[in-house]
C-alpha cells in the first residue's frame, strides 16, 4: 500500500469522518494544535463553512489507494489588509503514512498554490520544537527558523515550546 499513488484533493464534507479518525489518533493528535474528543460531526460543521469572500485559504487532502491518509491547508491571517501576502500552514499526516510522502506531496501543492496562483509572499507556522521529523520536513521546503517560543503550548499537561518558522517566495512574481 504504501508504494500506491498519492493524489492530492480539496477537502470535501465527505472527509469528515477521515479527518476526524487521523486529527483524533493519539500518535497524531501531540503534534497539532488540536484538541482531543474530535468527532465525524465537528468535521462536517468545518467543512461545511463557506470560504470568505476573497480568502486565498485552501484545505487539501492525500489520498492512497482511496483512503485519506493526510490533510493541510493555508490559512490567511483575517482581514488586515497589511498580511493580505501572508498564510498560516497546517499539515497531518496518518500515523500509519508517516515517512512515506505524503506530508511532501502536501508540502509540494501548498507551495505550488501559494507560488504560482495565490499572490502569497509569506508561508508561515508553529512546529513543535521536539518535532524533528516535522521540522526536517519544512526545512526542505524552504522553511527557516525564526524563533522559539517558550512555553508556547500545552500539551498532554506540559507547557510546551514551539519553533517559529516561515517561507518567503523564492522567486517572487515580476511584471512582464
Not at 502536501?106 to 509569506?122: E, F, G, P, S
Request: aromatic share 6%; charged share 20%; glycine share 8%.
Amino acid at each position: 500500500m504504501q508504494n500506491a499513488q498519492i493524489i492530492i484533493r480539496r477537502q470535501t464534507q465527505q472527509d469528515a469522518a477521515a479527518l476526524a479518525r487521523i486529527l483524533g489518533d493519539m500518535d497524531v493528535l501531540p503534534n497539532l494544535m488540536q484538541l482531543p474528543y474530535t468527532s465525524e460531526e465537528v468535521w462536517k460543521a468545518r467543512l461545511a463553512e463557506p470560504a470568505r469572500p476573497g480568502s486565498n485559504d485552501i484545505s487539501l487532502v492525500a489520498e492512497r489507494g482511496g483512503q485519506v491518509v493526510g490533510s493541510a491547508g493555508l490559512f490567511s491571517p483575517g482581514l488586515q489588509v497589511r498580511r493580505r501576502h501572508v498564510s498560516a500552514l497546517g499539515i497531518s499526516v496518518a500515523r500509519e503514512a508517516q515517512t512515506q510522502g505524503v506530508g511532501s506531496a502536501l508540502m509540494q501543492a501548498l507551495c505550488d498554490y501559494a507560488d504560482r496562483w495565490a499572490q502569497i509572499l509569506r508561508i508561515e507556522l508553529t512546529v513543535f520544537a521536539d518535532n524533528t521529523q516535522a521540522v526536517a520536513l519544512y526545512q526542505r521546503f524552504g522553511f527557516e527558523h525564526e524563533g522559539r517560543h517558550r512555553g508556547y503550548a500545552l500539551r498532554d499537561g506540559v507547557y510546551t515550546d514551539v519553533f517559529s518558522m516561515a517561507r518567503l517566495h523564492p522567486a517572487p512574481p515580476l511584471i512582464r
